[in-house]
Structures are given as C-alpha cells and as structure tokens.
C-alpha cells in the first residue's frame, strides 16, 4: 500500500453519507451492499488506507439504521437532519462540525459514499497537496476534475456558505478554479457513481 505522505495528519477525512438513493428507489446509499457489508465501511476504510486518521461521517437518510448496522467505530459521526435539501447540506454540516472540533484540521478531504472505484491510492495522492490552511485540490480524472476534494480550513466558511440544493461545493469551486490543485487519478482509480438500478452491478 502507498505510503500515506508526512503531513496526513493534519487532513481529516469528510465523508457524505447522507443521501436516500431516490433513484434507487428510496434505498439509502449508505447501506447499500458491496463486499458483503453496507458500503459506507468500504469508503470510510478508503479513506483511513489513504491516510487519514479520523474520518468524519456525515449521515442522514435512515441514519440510525446506518448506525446499527454498519461498523463505523473510531468515526466522528454527524447527522444532518436537512439531508433531504441536498449534498450542499451535508457538506456544510460536516465543515461546520470539522470547524468547532476539539482539534481543528488543517484541511478536509471530501469524498462521496457511492463511488466504489476510488481507492486509497487516489486519497493518498489528494492528500498530498495539502500545503496550508489555503490549499485547494482535487482528483482529475482525464483532466476533468472529481472527488476526492481538499479544501484547507482557511476555506471552509465560504465554501459553507456556498453550499446549497445538490450542487455541494461545485459553485466555490467554478469561482475559484484557477487555484485548484488537480491531482490525476485516471490511471488508479474510476469516479462513477452508484444512482441507478443499472449502477448497482459495479457493487460486488
């Protein structure tokens, strides 16, 4: 396994686990099974191989199943009760909680619970770029830019206050696109997404 670099330790991991699957017909994503367990463990485990020591998960479709069926032991979890508003919800209740934690971060690495196809190695290279409380970067995959997505603390409170319906961070970062880091991925890792029935063959 990649060696995670020498400044791991001040980046934790984000995750958004929150969304209900409504393509999918109302199964939330979280518990979706891959591997014989729900797939939110698969991605928190991407993300401590990866390099991150805490993993913050951002819950809310079904969020107590969530919590009794999966093993997310060592996590910081947080819920958010407006998970039905849109990925933009629940990147801002995770930086939000990130931003009053005991022990602030340096930076977040983002990443989404249905995408499978990135793996630790693809977390270990975002990591990376980390270089201050300013940084910004984000995988590419063939150029075209994805998740995982790092953003600095010093960034945080705009890119909250930016995060609205299911756009996430996508407006901060179009305004912002001349300062990101991107870190190719294409040849480690796929970034498509679990949303339709279709989808669900990529699980195992």
Known sequence: MTQPPTNAAQVTGLL?????????????????????????????????EGGC????????????????????????LVDNPDWAEGM???????????????????AALVSLVDQPGIGAEAVTRVLAAHRSGDSLAAASYDGKRGHPVLFGADRWAD????????????????????????VECGDIAEPYDIDTEADLGRLQ
Do not use: F, M, Q, W
């Open 88 to 106: 933009g919800s629940s990147l801002r209740a995770g930086l939000e909680a990130l931003a009053k934690s005991d022990e602030v971060p340096g």
């Open 159 to 182: 890119i909250a206050a930016s995060a609205t319906g299911d756009r996430g961070a996508r407006v901060y970062l179009k305004a912002h696109e001349a300062e990101i880091a991107l």
């Open 53 to 76: 020591r805490t993993v913050y998960v951002v819950l809310g479709a079904a969020a107590e199943e969530v919590r009794a069926r999966a093993d997310l032991a060592g996590c910081v």
């Open 16 to 48: 958004l686990a929150a969304g209900g699957g409504r393509r999918l017909g109302g199964r939330p994503k979280a518990l979706l099974p891959h591997r014989g367990r729900p797939l939110v463990e698969n991605a928190v485990r991407v993300l401590r």
